[in-house]
């Protein structure tokens, strides 16, 4: 899992971004449903739609992230979708 969420990570983070192939390394690590890794992975896919501009798809992960009750990040969750558009 620690592979696959690096790739993922750093593909998002590559000049340019290359969130297609982020999405699949991370979907590798979520799939798994487990793990330290995991809510991370789930956080990440979510910017990846973002950077695609897949605003319903970054809408739909960051809503199930946000109604668990220990989510990753979940502050940055709450404010990013109040921040996305068509509310």
Known sequence: ???NFYLGVSHLE?????????I??????????KGRYYEP??????MCYLAQG????TRVFLERMKVEEDAFKK????KLLSQLPGQ
């Open 1 to 3: 899992a620690a592979v």
């Open 14 to 22: 590559l000049s340019p971004p290359r969130p297609k192939k982020a």
């Open 24 to 33: 699949e390394f991370l979907n590798k690590v979520v799939a798994e449903k």
């Open 41 to 46: 992975a789930r956080w990440y896919r979510a």
């Open 54 to 57: 897949e605003i319903s798809e």
């Open 75 to 78: 502050d940055e969750v709450i």
